[in-house]
Nanobody
Framework: QVQLVESGGGLVQAGGSLRISCQVS????????MAWYRQAAGKQRELVAK???????TYGDSVKGRFTFSRENADYTGYLQMNSLQPDDSAVYLC????????????????????WGQGTLVTVSS
């Protein structure tokens, strides 16, 4: 079973930086895209950044110029470097990936699924 595990969240002061990561594990064949979303209390989930299979990256308007999303294909890990953090960036950050995996107990088949991690909490104090 494919799993996504986020790490690196925590408490940081306004203006500070934080790097969070997303590790994808399991019987992975390939990953089409990886993305970070965030959800703050009482707000809708919003896209933070997304990398497609070609390595092209898109960012949400609110984080452009401050956040950088990178992806290490060798170990299926994505990193979100967050600079100039503001209190409005406080949220649970969720990793998403489109993953082709080997079907459990049936090695000749592969299947595709949109997978989500449990999230990592980022809190920015003013």
């Amino acid at each position: 079973q494919v799993q996504l595990v986020e790490s690196g969240g925590g408490l940081v002061q306004a203006g500070g930086s934080l790097r969070i990561s997303c590790q994808v594990s399991g019987r992975i064949v390939s990953i089409s895209h990886m993305a970070w979303y965030r959800q703050a209390a009482g707000k809708q989930r919003e896209l933070v950044a997304k990398i497609n299979s070609s390595g092209q990256t898109t960012y949400g308007d609110s984080v452009k110029g401050r956040f950088t999303f990178s992806r290490e294909n060798a170990d299926y890990t994505g990193y979100l470097q967050m600079n100039s953090l503001q209190p409005d960036d406080s949220a649970v950050y969720l990793c998403n990936a489109g993953v082709w995996e080997v079907v459990p107990d049936d090695d000749q088949y592969q299947r595709y699924g949109e997978r989500w991690g449990q999230g990592t909490l980022v809190t920015v104090s003013s």
